[in-house]
């Protein structure tokens, strides 16, 4: 495979070239310091802590290692709080 070298004919032409990866490269800059700049939000748990038991089986979870066994199996519950479903997304943790 070979390396491709583009040779300008006239000494305008690498001034042009110049110019256009200088433009491209100040707008890649720009563009990173745009991005850091943006804030962030900072993302907590809620502090009011709920106490909740599910009034009904709704499934089966299996818990899976990397090699297809099985390590842990159990049941899935509805849990509602104050009246709304409540899920919880950390498969690790246990309710």
């Known amino acids: 495979m070979g390396v491709l070298f583009l040779y300008p004919k006239m000494k305008g032409e690498l001034n042009i070239m110049k110019k256009i990866m200088k433009r491209l490269l100040t707008g890649a800059l720009t563009l990173a310091i745009v991005f850091t700049a943006l804030p962030t939000t900072a993302v ?42 409540a899920y919880c997304i950390d498969i690790n943790t246990g309710l």
């Open 44 to 85: 907590h748990a809620a502090e009011t802590q709920y106490w909740t038991e599910s009034e009904e089986r709704v499934g089966i979870v299996e818990r899976v290692n990397n090699d297809g066994s099985i390590s842990e199996t159990f049941n899935e519950g509805h849990i509602t709080v104050d009246g709304e479903d």
